[in-house]
């Protein structure tokens, strides 16, 4: 019904920048949150960055300062600019949409910094 296609992961070098894109389709609807989450080798799933349709955003402490979470309604996408980037930042990036108050995920991508 609705799907979640991520894509601009991979690898990156420290203090660099990289842009995440998170497009939304499928039948016609209103996409209410959306947010990006990260998971990083052995540890939780957390909140990165959010975004409702008002254009309220939200940070994880971690990312204040660096990252920066926008929308396309029109598109039904979101983006995450990240800048700045640390190695503490290695995570798979996850997509997450709120529709009618169900939950969709996109499958992830990887964002590496090394050098």
């Known amino acids: 019904q609705v799907q979640l296609v991520e894509s601009g992961g991979g690898l990156v070098q420290p203090g660099g920048s990289q842009r995440l894109s998170c497009a939304a389709s499928?039948?016609?609807?209103?996409?209410?949150?959306m947010a990006w989450y990260r998971q990083a080798p052995g540890k939780q799933r957390e909140l990165a960055a959010q975004?409702?349709?008002?254009?309220?955003?939200t940070y994880a402490d971690s990312v204040k300062d660096r990252f920066t979470i926008s929308r396309d309604n029109a598109k039904n996408t979101v983006y995450l600019q990240m800048n700045s980037l640390k190695p503490e930042d290695t995570a798979v990036y996850y997509c997450?949409?709120?529709?009618?108050?169900?939950?969709?995920w996109g499958q992830g991508t990887q964002v590496t910094v090394s050098s």
């Open positions: 975004i409702t349709s008002y254009g309220t955003k």
């Open positions: 997450y949409a709120q529709v009618l108050s169900a939950n969709y």
């Open positions: 499928g039948r016609p609807f209103s996409i209410n949150t």
